[in-house]
């Protein structure tokens, strides 16, 4: 199982732009990179996911170099409500199944007015 | 859609006790999840289900924990007896057949005081 690190906390000011790395040196060929957010007392919502290159949606982007051995998360323009911690998953549902996945402590973002 | 639902969304109760958590997946989903959330141990997946058939419980921490899927709209996860050490927030999710990786839908939890 691909083994995940990402920073405990980072700081930022609203309306920057915020990228939080994950390294993922042994990802397997058939995994997928997965990014949570969770906010205080409320359950963790499903960001984006994606396998290679870049996927964007409406919420952010993921940035995926081609070893794949890290992947970016980057929230554009952050307001003081992205302040959550955000977790980053790898695995592949379909041969480990999702007992081996873990949420790790993830990386809490403070956005600073 | 409502979203996964969760009863009670807080529940107290003392040592000894039965609880039961209550899980509704969102509509179309044939993967639920339950999970248990502390400050200590962090989230951890207790036991997953797929078509409503039980398919991974090792992460159920003891023989007082027990979760049923009688149909594709409702769960429960029961503990019996309840102690203080299973206080936390329990978190159902649920998914669709996809391919590849977690894509989870969490919902907004029951957290569980045991005295």
């Known amino acids: 199982l691909a083994k995940t690190t990402q920073p405990i906390s980072m700081d930022s000011y609203e309306g920057q732009e915020v990228n939080i790395t994950c390294s993922h040196n042994?990802?397997?060929?058939?995994?997928?990179i997965t990014w949570y957010q969770q906010f205080p007392s409320q359950g963790p919502r499903f960001i984006i996911q994606?396998?290679?290159t870049k996927v964007t949606n409406e919420v952010a982007s993921l940035f995926i170099p081609a070893d794949r051995k890290s992947s970016t998360l980057s929230l554009p323009r952050v307001s003081l409500s992205d302040t959550a911690v955000y977790y980053c998953?790898?695995?592949?549902?379909?041969?480990?199944?999702?007992?081996?996945?873990?949420f790790g402590t993830g990386t809490k973002l403070q956005v600073i007015p | 859609d409502a979203g996964v639902i969760q009863s009670p969304r807080h529940e107290v109760t003392e040592m000894g006790q039965e609880v039961t958590l209550r899980c509704k997946p969102i509509?179309?989903?044939?993967?639920l999840f339950w999970y248990r959330q502390t400050m200590m141990r962090g989230l951890e997946l207790l036991i997953y289900?797929?078509?409503?058939?039980?398919?991974?419980d090792s992460g159920m921490p003891e023989d007082r924990f027990s979760a049923k899927m009688p149909n594709a709209s409702f769960s429960t996860l029961k503990i019996q007896p309840s102690e203080p050490r299973d206080s936390a927030v329990y978190f159902c999710?649920?998914?669709?057949?996809?391919?590849?990786?977690?894509?989870?839908?969490f919902g907004p939890g029951t957290r569980l005081t045991v005295t």
């Open positions: 999710a649920s998914s669709r057949q996809v391919a590849g990786g977690y894509e989870q839908y």
């Open positions: 994606g396998y290679k």
């Open positions: 042994n990802i397997a060929t058939n995994d997928y």
């Open positions: 509509s179309g989903h044939d993967y």
């Open positions: 289900f797929n078509n409503n058939v039980p398919i991974d």
């Open positions: 998953l790898v695995g592949d549902r379909n041969s480990g199944g999702y007992q081996k996945v873990t």
